[in-house]
């Protein structure tokens, strides 16, 4: 048998990794009652609290953007023309691209 944590090869009758000391009776004891439903149930888990960490990532940095497009812009907007000016006022509104995209 092979550890799974130091990768040793180590023989069936021992209980323990004559390596790092891992319990290779436990981990037999897993391997009889593993049941292959449970495991991709634990993958579709996974994936999916993955894929709503990534949503909450994104969609921060969307709200850090349209912050800080709002504050930046009002900076600028004091030397410019009227027209450009209410163009630049809502550059900001970018920032709900990023934010959108992470809700979904």
């Known amino acids: ?3 799974p944590r130091c990768g040793s090869n180590q023989s069936d009758e021992i209980k323990f990794c004559t390596s790092c000391g891992t319990n290779l009776q436990a981990v037999r004891n897993a391997l009889d ?3 292959p439903e449970r495991r991709v149930d634990i993958a579709a888990e996974v994936k999916r609290y993955n894929e709503i960490k990534a949503g909450v990532i994104v969609s921060s940095a969307g709200i850090g953007i349209a912050i800080f497009l709002f504050v930046f812009m009002r900076g600028i907007m004091g030397g410019v023309s ?4 209410e163009v630049i006022s809502r550059l900001w509104i970018a920032g709900i691209i990023p934010f959108m995209v992470g809700w979904h």
């Open 1 to 3: 048998m092979l550890c």
């Open 33 to 35: 009652t593993h049941t």
């Open 82 to 85: 009227d027209n450009a000016a």
